[in-house]
């Protein structure tokens, strides 16, 4: 694959740029991990509390914060072009679409489903 | 004329391993067309089989246990090998950079490895075939297709490897149209075939990754007895369908959304006029990709889904059609007051509208909720996807294969045959499918080995079956007819001048076929619709 | 948005380091393949959610109509080692960052040290799991085909949740090991993209300049902790 | 162009509304009341997809011919877009489709909302054959339906997922194992009619019919207590060949000595048969009694084992019956 080797002379003149990338502090990179440490105790502290539904959404809650600060620190997304998290956005959004959308019709079925295990 | 330069990509490097180890897009794409072409072979052999199985009520060459089979593979062997991969893998992956301006995809390693999946996965539809077939439909339904004792696992494997050889392919194309574009190469100048790919690519990996899940689960299912989609177990087969939906109908947008690209290509070109309202174009494809994710429901009518969830999946189904009828509308605008050439690419452009417009207007039968009830599962349903499927995505892409055949190759073709050739695929296409709405219309069940139980009330249902059995013979033949014009011309054909269609592309400016290596990208990327600088044919 | 820039815009070329042997020949500057190798591993995490999407879907579905078998069995998980596995996986997650960090900072001893970090806590994660998972496999505590748990799995004061069990309890166990198992595959290929980084490190493949397989290992990393963090309070923190 | 599709979309209400009792082109003689819903919205279908395709092919044929090129002659100027014409055929067109939605709605609702005072019957589908089982407790493999009387049908399946479908009637659902699902009809003319299996479920999804039998106003009480009656009074081999019709034993095992998906059942009984683990065994009154409860257990060299248990579907005195039934088969 000799011609693999070839270049351009645009290709050469640019193939030399510099380019800095974003390096997040050690300091913060410790911070975060305190924080998710904190938060993973939280969560579990909170189902001491009897909070009924609530202990459910309060899980998410708390697991949505963790995955934020994960997303945004560790994963950088804090300092990349905000595309990237718009692709994290696009993800979450379709699986929440689907999620719903099954889950509302399974819920409106499920009459039909226990009739029959009682039955 | 001069002959195409001696050095081009077919011919350099030269060697069985400089292809099977490339990494030219180029190269690849061509791969990728004479793999698809052999699948697209296997699926012709069993759906002619199926054809003529039923010319005849009652057993005519096969038991009902084969019957089960061959649509099974036929269905499976079109989807997965054929009309999935048919436009990206192939145009997409020659076209694209050329299109671009770009020197390569933005991972050519990962180009080639989805090729080699393909073959993978192609193996594994091979292996099933030879080791207990597959009986399930192509839908996979449980818990039929977790307790059928034919070889439902080695097809699974299968599919899932194809469901990342085409995750692959799209992750390419989106990285690359984000980041490999030239200067002067804006998302407002981007072509409509490349925005067409890059809304297919969303839906790509957006959808695979669940049918991904879903197939697995399956798998596990049959091996372990997960129960997840087994009612016996505690577990519910309607969200299997969910599940199956979820995937299965994007990836109609995943087949057609490319091909209304392709067409949005040729129309301008043997029209001479930009395409009209090129901006509606664009965007309506991200449009169709997206909402197309919100209307699985509908194939779930009378399911078990509930009504409450039937009306919103009825509801946003409408929704996703109105861009498409538009994009028709936007088609017919470019072509007034053009100046339009009937040259074969057109001709198969003017066979997707015709046939594209009979498959998206049954589809509002099927979308509207009242309608569907008594048409669901019958040969209604049937004619409206080939409609779609082969009148829509299939056309575009024989439209597409001889506008950049003489690209690809370098050779022109007959005009005569391959317009002949389109002619006898329109009649026979028609002849074979047209004849499934009237009978699914009066209550044909699809996947009914023999239709005798209904030639009481309807007894011409057997001059039905014959017409369209008779028609599904000359449909191969045309297509036949066109690979042979097709193909004769590599040898007989006169040799192509870089630009035989006198089209502004990017594609069209290096040679045919193009070098080894794709030509740099001009200083100034210009409009791709702009016909001012008068670009006809030099030499015809 | 870095799509709508320029990316071969000409920058001023002062050569000091030479033509990298890791630019490949379709790009024409380092940073466009930085960048496009960073959106193809996003595209890939997004195809890894919509992956786990499916799973997410099916549990959702089952604890919505079938709450009574979340709460039954759920208390046959052990939150002390869930716990510890969270804690165990966050670890990993700092140690792959720092990683990158020294990667990106020209520090190729100190990011091979982070990576062989990250390995260790990974093989941590699969320790716990595979003794929470024997524990399971000891009591019977199975997916629903196999479901047959033992009479002292009943939790110790908890008596009597044998008769109080729900009909297709296993199908909690059915989507726990669906989920859990998925990801643990996840963690495996994870620790193989590690010690491929690992070994390119020690070769010294990167620098300031070339990082970019070091930090998509680090995203697919952190993937595979972000869903973890979802799976521990929906599996073991049910109330 | 609005005034046109307009028009066309009156024009189709009145083709609508016309006389649906005919044997249309593309749909079966409506025999249910609520077809005409169906059909109706079926037939605003077909007259605004003619339209527009027509409008396809004649726009498109035209310029073809009209804008053809000519030497030495390029394209005439026009705009390459025009927002408001843009915005106005996606303005119809939604227009169109809304009405449409909401036809198809109404008529849905309808279809899927039996009235409250309906019949029930209960029906059972499994590979190959339907049961319809009647309040009385009357069972038999064909549908028996008063006429003028809606018929709500509770079904369940034994096994895969079934659909039941009748074409005259409009009415299609799909039969889930592990839950009910539920359909009704009116009929409005006394005859017979199909009913098909739609939804794919192997080997014999062809041929797994039942007929819909409407009975005259007045007679459909008759037939039932007569059929009640008939079935008690029966000696045991006859009552076992009742049982055989109305389970559909018949789809699979033959009576004729042909072989089926499974062993025929002529002359079977004191016969030697091998099976599957290579053991064998003469067919007794245990053997059948197993297989029909635990089909699996030994199945017979050459078959797969594909049948389902009739445990809890069939009583002792019913098993007892099949054996009667089958001894007499030699």
């Known amino acids: 694959m000799a011609h693999h080797r070839q270049h351009s002379t645009q290709t050469t003149s640019n193939s030399h740029e510099q380019f800095s990338s974003h390096v997040v502090p050690a300091s913060v990179l410790v911070a975060v991990f305190a924080a998710l440490l904190v938060l993973t105790f939280l969560s579990w502290a909170a189902t001491w509390v009897d909070l009924g539904v609530w202990n459910l959404w309060l899980a998410m809650g708390i697991a949505t914060v963790k995955a934020a600060l994960v997303a945004l620190y560790f994963m950088h997304l804090r300092y990349d072009p905000s595309f990237y998290a718009l692709v994290l956005a696009v993800a979450l959004v379709f699986v929440l679409l689907f999620v719903c959308l099954a889950l509302l019709d399974a819920v409106e079925y499920y009459p039909d489903i226990h009739a029959m295990t009682q039955g | 004329m001069t002959e195409p330069s001696a050095i081009n990509y077919l011919t350099y490097p030269r060697g069985l391993r400089s292809w099977l180890l490339t990494l030219d897009h180029k190269r690849i794409g061509v791969m990728y067309l004479a793999s698809v072409a052999l699948a697209l072979v296997l699926g012709l052999i069993f759906a002619l089989l199926m054809r003529t199985e039923l010319i005849a009520p009652g057993r005519t060459i096969m038991g009902e246990d084969t019957y089960n089979r061959v649509f099974t593979v036929h269905g499976a062997v079109m989807i997965f090998l054929v009309v999935i991969p048919v436009i990206p893998a192939v145009l997409g992956n020659f076209c694209l950079p050329l299109m671009l301006g770009a020197k390569d995809v933005a991972f050519p390693r990962l180009n080639l490895a989805s090729l080699y999946l393909w073959w993978v996965g192609a193996l594994f539809f091979l292996i099933t075939l030879a080791f207990g077939g597959l009986d399930t439909g192509w839908t996979f339904y449980t818990p039929y297709s977790t307790t059928t004792n034919t070889n439902v696992l080695a097809a699974v494997t299968g599919v899932f490897i194809l469901g990342f050889s085409s995750i692959f392919t799209a992750l390419n194309f989106i990285v690359s149209i984000h980041t490999l574009r030239p200067p002067g190469m804006t998302w407002r100048r981007l072509p409509l075939f490349l925005w067409g790919l890059y809304a297919t690519g969303l839906i790509q990996v957006l959808a695979t990754p669940v049918l991904g899940v879903t197939l697995l689960l399956l798998a596990v299912e049959r091996i372990l007895g997960l129960g997840i989609f087994d009612s016996s177990l505690g577990g519910d087969p309607v969200l299997f369908q969910h599940f199956f939906w979820f995937y299965a109908h994007p990836a109609v947008y995943i087949v057609i959304l490319p091909g209304m690209g392709i067409i949005s290509e040729v129309i301008p070109v043997f029209s001479r006029k930009p395409i009209f309202g090129y901006r509606f174009i664009a965007y309506s494809s991200v449009a169709i990709a997206l909402i197309g994710f919100l209307v699985w429901g509908h194939h779930m009518f009378v399911a078990g889904q509930s009504v409450l969830a039937s009306t919103i999946f009825s509801a946003l189904t409408f929704a996703v059609a109105i861009p498409s009828a538009v994009k028709v509308f936007n088609w017919l605008a470019t072509m007034y007051k053009g100046s339009i050439e009937l040259a074969a690419p057109m001709v198969y452009a003017l066979v997707f509208l015709f046939l594209f417009g009979i498959g998206g207007l049954t589809g509002l039968f099927l979308g509207t909720l009242s309608v569907n009830v008594p048409l669901h599962n019958t040969h209604f349903v049937v004619a409206h996807f080939h409609y779609v499927i082969v009148g829509g995505a299939v056309m575009a892409m024989l439209a597409g294969l001889h506008y950049w055949w003489p690209k690809m190759f370098g050779r022109m073709y007959n005009q005569t045959w391959a317009r002949l050739s389109a002619l006898l695929i329109f009649v026979a296409f028609n002849m074979t499918f047209f004849p499934l709405f009237i009978m699914g219309g009066r209550g044909l069940v699809r996947r009914y080995y023999d239709y005798s139980v209904f030639l009481e009330t309807n007894p011409e249902f057997t001059f039905y079956n014959q017409l369209a059995s008779v028609g599904g013979y000359l449909l191969v033949a045309g297509f036949v007819s066109m690979a042979l014009c097709l193909i004769s011309s590599l040898w007989r054909g006169r040799p192509a001048p870089a630009n035989p269609w006198g089209a502004p592309g990017l594609e069209w400016q290096s040679s045919s076929p193009p070098p080894p290596e794709n030509p740099p990208p001009p200083v100034q990327v210009g409009d791709p619709y702009d016909f001012s600088e008068a670009l006809l044919p030099s030499g015809t | 948005m870095n799509d709508t820039e320029n990316p071969t815009e000409n920058h001023s070329a002062n050569s000091q380091h030479g033509h990298s042997p890791f630019l490949a020949h379709h790009f024409s500057s380092h940073r466009q393949q930085y960048e496009a190798g960073k959106l193809g591993m996003w595209i890939f995490l997004l195809t890894e959610i919509l992956l786990f999407g499916g799973l997410f879907c099916a549990y959702a579905v089952f604890r919505a109509n079938r709450p009574e078998i979340f709460l039954w069995a759920h208390r046959f998980l052990d939150k002390p080692l869930g716990a510890l596995n969270t804690a165990v996986l966050i670890t990993s997650s700092l140690t792959m960052a720092l990683a990158v960090r020294s990667a990106q900072l020209d520090r190729p001893r100190r990011s091979a040290f982070f990576l062989v970090l990250t390995l260790l806590c990974a093989t941590a994660f699969l320790g716990v799991k595979y003794v929470e998972y024997k524990h399971k496999w000891e009591d019977g505590l199975l997916w629903v085909r196999q479901f047959r748990p033992v009479e002292s799995a009943a939790v110790s004061g908890e008596a009597g949740a044998a008769d109080q069990r729900p009909r297709h309890a296993g199908i909690f166990f059915s989507i726990y090991f669906a989920m859990t198992g998925l990801h643990a595959i996840h963690v495996l290929a994870g620790m193989a993209a590690v010690g491929w980084v690992l070994v390119r490190t020690l070769r010294g493949h990167f620098n300031s300049q070339y990082f970019g397989p070091v930090d998509y290992v680090g995203l697919y990393w952190h993937l595979v902790d972000l869903i973890w963090i979802y799976l521990f309070p929906l599996f073991y923190l049910i109330h | ?330």
């Not at chain 4, 079977?268 to 059948?288: H, K, L």
Request: aromatic share 10%; proline share 7%; net charge neutral.
């Open chain 4, 1 to 330: 162009m609005g005034c046109i599709s307009t028009t066309i979309l009156i024009a189709a209400a009145v083709l609508a509304g016309a006389d649906l009792q005919r044997d249309s082109f593309w749909l079966p003689p409506p025999a249910s009341s609520t077809a005409p819903v169906v059909d109706n919205a079926f037939l605003l279908l077909l007259g605004v997809s003619a339209f527009f395709f027509a409008l396809i092919v004649v726009l498109g044929l035209w310029f073809v011919v009209r804008y053809r090129r000519r030497p030495g002659q390029g394209p005439e100027h026009s705009p390459s877009h025009n927002t408001a014409l843009e915005l106005l055929w996606t303005a119809i067109p939604l227009a169109i489709v809304a009405l449409l939605f909401y036809q198809g709605f109404t008529g849905y609702m309808e279809l899927r909302t039996p009235p409250k005072q309906a019949y029930e019957i209960e029906v059972v589908a499994r590979k190959w054959s339907w049961l319809f089982s009647y309040p009385n407790g009357h069972k038999d493999e064909n549908l028996h339906v008063p006429v003028d009387r809606p018929v709500r049908l509770v079904m369940r399946s034994e096994d895969v997922i079934h659909g039941l479908f009748i074409p005259a009637m409009r009415v299609q659902m799909d039969i889930v194992p592990g839950r009910y699902t539920r359909t009704w009809f009116r009929a409005l003319k006394p005859g017979e009619y199909n009913l098909v299996c739609s939804q794919y479920c192997g080997t014999k999804h062809f041929d797994m019919r039942a007929l819909v039998i409407v009975h005259p106003p007045g007679e459909f009480e008759n037939w039932l207590a007569d059929a009640a009656r008939a079935a008690e009074s029966l000696s045991p081999v006859d009552r076992g060949r009742e049982l055989y019709r109305i389970n559909g034993c018949w789809s699979c095992h033959s009576i004729d000595g042909t072989a089926g998906t499974g062993p025929t059942l002529k002359g079977i009984f004191g016969q030697q048969v091998q099976f599957q683990d290579g053991t064998s065994a003469v067919v007794d009154e245990n053997y059948i009694r197993e297989s029909i409860l635990d089909p699996q257990a030994k199945v017979v060299r050459g078959y797969q084992p594909v049948m389902n248990t009739y445990r809890g579907v069939l009583t002792d005195e019913e098993i007892s019956a099949l054996i009667a039934f089958i001894k007499s088969l030699q």
